[in-house]
């Protein structure tokens, strides 16, 4: 069975400090996808950033960057100079290769993300 | 614009009432999926269809039923609503696992 672990239930910064956000995942497939979602206080669910198991590349968009580490089953995001409009609660999943199913995600618990001005 | 459209965004029911959550995606996805949402819970998989004429349960399926009505359309039934299925709803849909998912904009369900 999969499992994602958000450990950091809330969190709360000041304007312009860096934020890590910790995700830990399980699973015994070779072939797996790891996302974050964002979900600000309007309530949708915007799609951040995908990636596969075979590509530990991390990357940086801006002022977002995640760190894949597949040695420790991690892949956090880290927001850099954090803007009050970061104030969201972000998800971590794990999604299993369609072949052998729907596809189908396994969400963290999220991570309530606060930044105050 | 593409996307998947979710219907009510709000709902009341009484303890014992039923109603149906739609769900339709014109972005030619083979997968849809039902969510809830609750509090320091993240988001639990209710049901699935992997493609259209095939449903299966997820985690907390209990209480539920699901329709794939055709490739666009992915329904949820509360026959008898009861309070623990106060939450929030969304449904997704998705091209693949590789993909991640489209989310709808999620239906605030409450019984009372």
């Known amino acids: 069975a999969q499992k994602v672990t958000q450990a950091q239930t809330e969190i709360s910064v000041v304007e312009k400090e860096d934020v890590t956000l910790d995700c830990v995942y399980e699973?015994?497939?070779?072939?797996?996808?790891l996302f974050w979602y964002k979900q600000p206080p309007s309530g949708e669910l915007v799609f951040l950033i995908r990636?596969?198991?075979?590509?530990?590349q991390n990357e940086i968009s801006g002022r977002y960057s995640w760190n894949f580490q597949k040695s420790t089953s991690s892949f956090n995001f880290t927001i850099t100079a954090s803007q009050v409009v970061d104030s969201a609660v972000y998800f971590c999943?794990?999604?299993?290769?369609?072949?052998f199913g729907a596809g189908k995600s396994t969400f963290g618990d999220g991570t309530t993300l606060t930044v105050k001005p | 614009n593409a996307g998947v459209t979710q219907t009510p965004k709000f709902q009341v029911l009484k303890t014992g009432q039923s109603m149906t959550l739609q769900c339709a995606q014109d972005?030619?996805?083979?997968?849809m999926y039902w969510y809830r949402q609750d509090p320091g819970m993240g988001l639990r998989l209710i049901y699935y269809?992997?493609?259209?004429?095939?449903?299966d349960k997820g985690e907390v399926p209990n209480g539920y039923n699901v329709s794939r009505l055709n490739k666009r359309e992915f329904s949820l039934r509360l026959e008898s609503a009861a309070p623990s299925q106060t939450s929030v709803y969304f449904c997704?849909?998705?091209?693949?696992?590789?993909?991640?998912?489209?989310f709808g904009s999620g239906t605030r369900l409450t019984v009372v």
């Open positions: 997704a849909s998705s091209g693949g696992g590789a993909y991640g998912y489209t």
């Open positions: 699973t015994r497939d070779t072939t797996y996808y």
């Open positions: 990636r596969n198991s075979f590509d530990e």
């Open positions: 999943a794990l999604s299993e290769e369609s072949r």
């Open positions: 972005m030619n996805h083979n997968s």
């Open positions: 269809s992997a493609s259209e004429g095939t449903t």
